[in-house]
Each structure stands twice: as C-alpha cells, then as structure tokens.
C-alpha cells in the first residue's frame, strides 16, 4: 500500500490519477512529479516497487506544500483577511460568495438553505385591509 504524506493512494488506479488524492496535487502536478521521477504513468499504484514509492514520497514531502501543511496556510490566509476586514474577508465573514458571483437568486451553496420569511399578523391585517 502507499502511503504518501499521510494519505493512502488508492490501489487500482494509475499514478498520475492516485497522485491527486494528495491535496494540493492536480492533474498537471502529478504528472510532473511522475515525468520527472521517469515512473510509467499508465502503471497501477499497487505494482509500484517500494523504491518508486520512497521516490514518490521523498520528492512530493520536499518540494511541495500538501495536506496539512497547505491546509494550514490556506486557512491562515483567510483568517487574515477577516482580521484586516478586507472585502473578502467580510464576504468569508459573512459565509457568501467571495469571488463576484451574484447572490439575488444564486448561491444557495454558499449562503444554506433558503428561509422563509414570516409574515407577521399585523402585517397581513394590514395587508387586507389595503392600508
């Protein structure tokens, strides 16, 4: 089994798709590491040699930020964003689209469940009366 930076890549897949189960490696990334490593991309994660795995493992863990690590500073790089009070920080702050999206009649993701709004007894009498 391979385990690489505390994640288990699943068996039956090629190395270049396994790779990217690592958070912080896409496609393009592990392709790179694959092509520069010279590991046959098309091979099966479980018929790797424990020397290409080691390869694998050494090479991700130096030269990139994955998992934790990654996860961390993405986090850090919010945080300091809402502690600046920045646009986009009130935008996380306030858990709605930070990236322009309109928010009228989209973003039901982002924003949760839409609630209804109650009408009040007073309002529908009024409502009734016409005034």
């Known amino acids: 089994m391979a385990r690489i930076a505390g994640v288990d890549l699943p068996r039956n897949k090629r190395v270049d798709i396994a790779l990217t189960a690592i958070y912080g490696v896409g496609r393009y990334t592990a ?3 694959v092509s520069d490593l010279e ?7 479980d018929t790797l040699a424990e020397n290409e795995v080691n390869q694998l493992r050494t090479k991700i863990t130096q030269e990139y930020k994955v998992e ?3 996860r ?3 986090d850090q790089n919010i945080k300091r964003l809402m502690d600046v009070n920045s646009y986009r920080g009130l935008r996380h702050r306030r858990q709605l689209p930070v990236r322009g999206q309109r928010t009228n009649t989209n973003a039901r993701t982002r ?5 209804t709004i109650s009408v009040g007894r007073k309002a529908k ?3 009734r009366k016409g005034g």
């Open 31 to 33: 392709s790179q590491i």
């Open 68 to 70: 934790g690590d990654l």
């Open 125 to 127: 009498e009024a409502a």
């Open 72 to 74: 961390r500073e993405v």
């Open 39 to 45: 590991i046959d991309p098309a091979k099966k994660v």
């Open 111 to 115: 924003k949760g469940r839409a609630r």
